[in-house]
């Protein structure tokens, strides 16, 4: 199974930047489906962004369209999430995680995800 682990949060003044890395160990990280999610507190798990496996197919919630850019480095087992313009209510803890590679469908809900990061805090001061 893939263990991910994140980095790259922080606090951050609104309208500022920031970029996420989750590092993946083994194998067949190169073959997962890899989205992004967060949590705030009181809040479920809300799915942000994905991409299959190649990293040429890329799939974003609303809430990230515009402002959110996944990518992936098969050779270095790492996906990233570089976001612009940060707004306070982008507060929470932010998830990487793994799943399959449905070949094209794509997986919002935290349930068809099988290996999970430990999460990184980021805070967005207004």
């Known amino acids: 199974q893939v263990q991910l682990v994140e980095s790259g949060g922080g606090l951050v003044q609104a309208g500022g930047s920031l970029r996420l890395s989750c590092a993946g160990s083994?194998?067949?990280?190169?073959?997962?489906?890899m989205a992004w999610f967060r949590q705030a507190p009181g809040k479920e798990r809300e799915f942000l962004a994905g991409v299959n496996w190649s990293g040429e197919s890329t799939y974003y919630e609303d809430s990230a369209k515009g402002r959110f850019t996944i990518s992936r480095d098969n050779a270095k087992n790492t996906v990233y999430l570089q976001m612009n313009n940060l707004k306070p209510e982008d507060t929470a803890v932010y998830y990487c995680?793994?799943?399959?590679?449905?070949?094209?469908?794509?997986?919002?809900?935290?349930?068809?995800?099988?290996?999970w990061g430990q999460g990184t805090q980021v805070t967005v001061s207004s």
């Open positions: 083994g194998d067949t990280f190169s073959t997962h489906y």
């Open positions: 995680a793994a799943g399959l590679d449905l070949g094209g469908l794509v997986s919002t809900t935290p349930e068809m995800y099988d290996a």
